[in-house]
């Protein structure tokens, strides 16, 4: 069952566009990945969704309603945490739990302590002394203590200890097991990589790349570290092959994964005597999608 949908979106600012013909879709307890560097235009698709802005062209709709015209109904449903938390000064870290809950129609008071002792948080301080990663944390609790059917989710890690970032990790599983929709917009490729049923890659405005981690992973290259009996003449002449180092008599490089099959029957011949393999990760191939894009605006120079 499909719980978000973008149509085309796009939305210009005067002359410049922000978003050029978004589509998107995010189905029923899924985790789905939005990444891009930062200005491809994450938030300002996050705020569309959310009835902050209204898209130029195109429509988006969330629990089959429209996420402008029916943004309030929306939220009775939606948990949302943004990258820079802002709260109250003079309220506690507990008192905005409680209100940001209050908002959301929650009252489930064992979530909100079991989450408060998870992330080491103290409710008790004025919310003035908090840093960035507590305030942080104020956001997550009230967002995963509430009985929400979609976390939009926009640079939640920001200013986390890693030891914090594993167990915000561990509450979009739990999300997930309980049947309920993540949209993570991040610049973390590895949370991504760790969380995520299919991404969403976005540059300039525009979606790039989508599908599943498997999916995308042909576009790619694998990363082999190869010894054998007898050198390879020429090695660096066969096709697919990148980044090649030679070291200690080893060759460490990337293939291209359509040329792998056959440049292990190749590497064969020469007798093997170790083979390790990495399947490509997300970083490169978001690595190399940017790189591509970058040599190209270079060639229009």
């Known amino acids: 069952m499909t719980i978000l949908k973008a149509n085309n979106l796009s939305k210009s600012f005067g002359k410049f566009t922000a978003l050029d013909r978004i589509n998107m879709e995010v189905n029923e307890g899924e985790v789905y990945g939005f990444i891009g560097p930062n200005g491809a235009g994450k938030s300002t698709t996050i705020r569309i969704l959310l009835g902050m802005l209204k898209a130029t062209q195109g429509e988006a709709r969330i629990f089959g309603k429209d996420v402008w015209d029916d943004a309030v109904e929306i939220h009775k449903r939606v948990a949302y945490v943004p990258g820079d938390v802002n709260l109250w000064p003079n309220l506690t870290g507990g008192e905005v739990i409680d209100l940001f809950m209050k908002m959301n129609g929650s009252t489930n008071q064992e979530k909100r302590e079991s989450l408060i002792k998870k992330f080491d948080f103290d409710p008790s301080k004025k919310s003035r002394a908090y840093s960035k990663g507590n305030r942080q944390k104020v956001a997550l609790i009230a967002a995963f203590a509430s009985d929400a059917d979609l976390y939009i989710l926009d640079e939640p890690t920001s200013g986390l200890d890693p030891l914090m970032e594993k167990i915000f990790q561990e509450c979009v599983l739990d999300a997930k097991k309980a049947g309920k929709s993540v949209l993570l917009s991040s610049h973390i490729l590895s949370e991504v990589e760790k969380l995520c049923d299919r991404v969403g890659i976005i540059r300039q405005g525009k979606i790039i790349e989508t599908g ?90």
């Open 212 to 301: 599943t981690l498997d999916e995308l992973r042909h576009l790619t290259r694998t990363n082999l570290k190869i010894k054998t009996k007898e050198s390879i003449p020429s090695f660096h002449e066969r096709k697919g092959i990148h980044n090649l180092v030679e070291t200690d008599s080893e060759l460490t490089f990337q293939v291209d994964t359509e040329e792998l099959d056959t440049l292990l029957r190749y590497i064969a011949k020469f007798g093997i005597l170790k083979l390790e393999s990495a399947p490509p990760t997300l970083e490169d191939l978001f690595m190399r999608h940017y790189q591509t894009d970058q040599s190209r605006a270079e060639g229009a120079l």
